[in-house]
Structures are given as structure tokens and as C-alpha cells.
């Protein structure tokens, strides 16, 4: 898979995952292979590309975001809303930006545009929940990068702001509040509690698969 040129490593000063190979460290005995994954998984919340597969295979968005969170899914959230975004995302843009919640949600850029609908929908959802949460329901500034989720100052393709109209409104909540619906490119297959990953237990997180077997014992 040389020809695809892949990233072989994904690292910051903050850390993350390298290639011992491309780094030049010995693993001290020949005949090396190295497999690379997509993305740097925490495992908490949504499979993106779970449920890009899921969805493929016929679940709706609700289903989908049912298999990864222990929220309720409300309708009729307010949309007046406004959400403060401050900072400067992975493409060199910088941003003071105020948008209402839903045009904010339109200028995300988390999934490519070109996947089923009702997994466009389900990272609708769960983008427009967790800047309500992270923002404090927009008392609080977001930023714009992958430490929060990623936006640019230009919309997203037609496809995506197709299935944010189609989810105006619809948050996952907890409690009455919007949740931290955290995701992630991928998870192995295996999603699992906040407590388990991090230690602070967040009661709309789970356990789960998304293998129709059993690989056996997590641990």
C-alpha cells in the first residue's frame, strides 16, 4: 500500500503515535512489516467509521448514535444559539467567528462528504451536541481544530448541509443538557466507557462492538 501515501506517523508536541521504522530505530531482528491504522482512536463515543459502516448496512442515524451513546435523542433544541469560535484550525485559518449553532455545524469538517446520509446525519448529531456541551450552550468559546472539532470559514459540501437541515434541532442529551458526544475516526471495532479509557465516568458513554462475532476478552 506504499502507493497510497499514507501518513506513517501522526505526531505532535503534545504526543501521538510514530513509526519506529521511519524514526530509524532498530527492532533489533530482520524481516520487519509495519501496519498503520487511520486515526489516533480513544475508543470513547462514535466509531466514525463505524458508523459509516453501520449506516452502509442499513441503520438509520438514530441507530446509529444509539449503539454508541446512553443519551436521549431530543428534537426542538434551541437554535438561536450562538457559538463563539476563536483560534486557528490545522489549514492556517483563524478565527473570532460568532455563528448560530446550525450554521456553525455547517462549516464542520469531520467526516468526508461523500458517505452514506444517515452517517453524515448521526455526525450531525453528535457535532451539534458537543458544542452545545463544550461551549456551555455558547457561554463558553470553542475552537476550531481537532483539540474541539474541526471547521473552516468555507461551507461544506452540499451533502452535509443537506443532513444538518435534515437534523436541525436534534441534540443527545443527558439529563435535559446537551452531552460531550465525543467520536473518533476509529475504534477497532470495540467502543468503550469513558471510565474505562479515562477514569471519569460519563453516564451517556458504553461499551460496545461493532463485530457481529466476539473477538473474546477485551483485556
Not at 175 to 197: D, E, H, K, M, N
Request: with cysteine; net charge negative.
Amino acid at each position: 500500500q506504499g502507493s497510497l501515501g499514507l501518513p506513517t506517523q501522526a505526531y505532535t508536541t503534545s504526543g501521538g503515535c510514530s513509526s519506529d521504522l521511519t524514526n530509524g530505530k532498530d527492532p533489533g531482528f530482520g524481516g520487519v512489516i509495519a501496519f498503520f491504522t487511520f486515526g489516533v482512536p480513544h475508543r470513547v463515543g462514535m466509531s466514525q467509521y463505524g458508523a459509516k459502516g453501520r449506516a452502509e448496512a442499513g441503520q438509520g442515524y438514530q441507530d446509529i448514535l444509539k449503539a454508541y451513546f446512553n443519551a436521549d435523542i431530543t428534537s426542538g433544541y434551541d437554535q438561536g444559539i450562538n457559538i463563539h469560535v476563536t483560534g486557528t484550525n490545522e489549514y492556517g485559518q483563524s478565527f473570532d467567528n460568532n455563528w448560530n449553532i446550525e450554521e456553525y455545524v455547517k462549516h464542520i469538517y469531520e467526516v468526508p462528504s461523500a458517505w452514506h446520509p444517515e452517517a453524515l446525519k448521526a455526525q450531525a448529531v453528535a457535532a451539534r451536541s458537543y458544542a452545545l456541551a463544550q461551549s456551555n450552550n455558547g457561554s463558553k468559546e470553542i475552537c476550531p481544530s481537532q483539540s474541539c472539532q474541526v471547521v473552516k470559514q468555507e461551507l461544506n459540501a452540499q451533502s452535509w448541509i443537506d443532513a444538518v437541515n435534515a437534523t436541525a434541532g436534534i441534540v443527545l442529551t443527558s439529563g435535559g443538557s446537551p452531552i460531550q458526544a465525543w467520536f473518533s475516526s476509529t475504534a477497532g471495532g470495540y467502543t468503550l466507557s469513558s471510565s474505562a479509557v479515562w477514569g471519569n465516568d460519563r453516564p451517556w458513554t458504553k461499551t460496545g462492538a461493532d463485530t457481529n462475532g466476539s473477538a473474546g476478552s477485551f483485556a
